[in-house]
């Protein structure tokens, strides 16, 4: 019999989280024969990244895993053999009480986000015993380090990364119906949080030296949410309205050039940030995988209260960084501020050029940073690992 896991997944931001759940779900349930179930409770924003869900479904099975709409009214299931709660999301007590009265207690993991800082090494697998209940829970965190739990990345990921060659290339752009570069052209893939400073970065670009392609996701068909960066988009090239929008969309302005696609499923998001140039990611789920892609990225980092989020940037910059020039790794941490909005000017256009002029020196740094988190294991068969030896 197979053995049972549960995956409790609360979306705060829109896709990260749900990304990295729906990834591990997969991963478990193809790679480990794991009988999975994924609860959500924002179905909506899994049907984004995994198109044949059903947002409207309480219980529905996708690709071997077993996805339940995570209501606030929650009775009468059996917990299974593994649980995870991920981004310390707190389970329902009703969930936790059946925990506590089966006679072979769940495994029980925190699942954490994801951190560069020192002291997630000491925190790694620390035990954490209920209160109240005959429970021990434990946390768990992916990193970048030894001591860490490692990254998602699935056993296809790397060979199929190294055989999208120029013939794969072509095919992809052809599916979004995006035409063949032009010579000495940019290509930028463009995800990104709505407090980004994307008009100074639109004005960079329209007066690069090279010509600019900007690929850009819609998360949402236009109209049926506010989405702040069209408008910014729509004003920069001449006060468009924003709502005339729509995927197809194709705006130039001197050298630049932004094209609308769709909001694409997780494979082939992949294949975006592999047949781009430069990576433009947010959160966590696209920041992992910009990694794993080996092409230079910049992270815009969810923010959090009390700035919190400016130490794990920092500390990710600063290991990151380790081993490049030291104009290099300062090109990197200029726009990586400045995209996160903390330049003293203010201005993110001056940090832009200095960074591309980095461009093949940064591809070479990221395959060696890619070499370096592989030998880390992947998260996915290290949860396994840790879970089998507490059963």
């Known amino acids: 019999m197979k053995q049972r896991w549960d995956i409790f997944c609360s979306v705060i931001d829109n896709f990260g989280d749900v990304g990295v759940c729906w990834r591990l779900a997969r991963q478990l349930t193809h790679e480990h024969e794991l009988a999975v179930r994924l609860w959500v409770d924002d179905l909506a924003s899994l049907a984004r990244i995994a198109p044949d869900a059903d947002p409207a479904s309480a219980q529905q099975w996708l690709q071997g895993v077993e996805i339940c709409h995570w209501r606030q009214s929650f009775a009468g299931v059996e917990p299974a053999d593994v649980v995870i709660e991920a981004f310390a999301c707190e389970l329902p007590e009703a969930y936790i009480a059946a925990m506590a009265v089966l006679s072979q207690p769940p495994v029980w993991i925190n699942l954490e986000y994801l951190s560069a800082e020192n002291w997630v090494t000491g925190c790694h697998r620390l035990p954490s015993p209920h209160p109240r209940l005959p429970l021990l829970k434990h946390f768990f965190f992916p990193g970048f380090v030894p001591g860490t739990g490692g990254l998602l990345c699935e056993q296809w990921l790397l060979p199929a990364r190294n055989a999208f060659d120029d013939v794969a290339q072509l095919a992809f752009w052809q599916r979004l119906d995006v035409p063949a570069r032009r010579a000495g052209e940019l290509r930028i893939s463009l995800f990104c949080y709505d407090n980004a400073p994307l008009g100074d970065l639109l004005a960079a670009w329209a007066i690069s030296t090279v010509p600019i392609c900007v690929l850009l996701p819609l998360p949402f068909p236009l109209g049926l949410r506010q989405e702040p960066i069209i408008d910014v988009i729509?004003?920069?090239?001449?006060?468009?309205?924003?709502?005339?929008?729509?995927?197809?969309?194709?705006?130039?302005?001197g050298q630049l050039t932004v094209r609308l696609i769709p909001f694409l499923e997780q494979a082939e998001y992949d294949k975006l940030l592999l047949a781009c140039d430069i990576n433009f990611v947010r959160g966590e789920d696209s920041f992992v995988r910009a990694q794993w892609a080996v092409r230079p990225f910049i992270w815009h980092i969810y923010p959090q209260a009390d700035n919190a989020h400016r130490v794990k940037l920092n500390a990710f910059i600063d290991l990151y960084t380790a081993g490049m020039s030291p104009d290099m790794a300062a090109a990197v941490r200029a726009l990586w501020y400045g995209w996160n909005g903390w330049n003293d000017d203010g201005q993110i256009g001056n940090t832009w050029p200095v960074f591309a002029a980095h461009q093949a020196a940064l591809t070479q740094h990221g395959g060696k940073w890619a070499g370096q988190l592989n030998r880390l294991g992947d998260l996915a068969s290290n949860l396994v690992q840790f879970s089998q030896n507490r059963i």
């Open 234 to 253: 729509a004003d920069f090239f001449g006060g468009i309205k924003s709502l005339s929008l729509s995927v197809g969309a194709v705006l130039q302005s």
